[in-house]
């Protein structure tokens, strides 16, 4: 079974507060309403681009999609 990028994401979080890749996750763990099964990444980006949350910048989502498609895809 392959972990939505939610899922996958969700392992970053309780980092410290200067982990990018924690503060992304914690912000999108509160945002209810994130995608949580989606996969793809186009349709994440759009996402995290229009949504417009300081906490879930376009630059970190891309750095955890990388990992994601490393580790899980």
């Known amino acids: 079974m392959n972990k939505s ?5 969700l392992s970053f979080r309780g980092g410290k507060k200067e982990d990018e890749k ?5 912000s999108m763990f509160n945002d ?3 995608p949580k099964e989606e996969k793809d990444f186009d349709t994440l980006s759009r996402y995290v681009e229009e949504k ?3 906490e879930m910048r376009s630059v970190v989502f891309d750095e955890l999609y990388k ?3 490393e580790r899980v895809r």
């Open 22 to 26: 924690a503060v992304f996750a914690e």
């Open 5 to 9: 990028f939610y899922q996958f994401t």
């Open 52 to 54: 417009g949350d300081e």
């Open 67 to 69: 990992l994601y498609e």
């Open 32 to 34: 209810l309403s994130f």
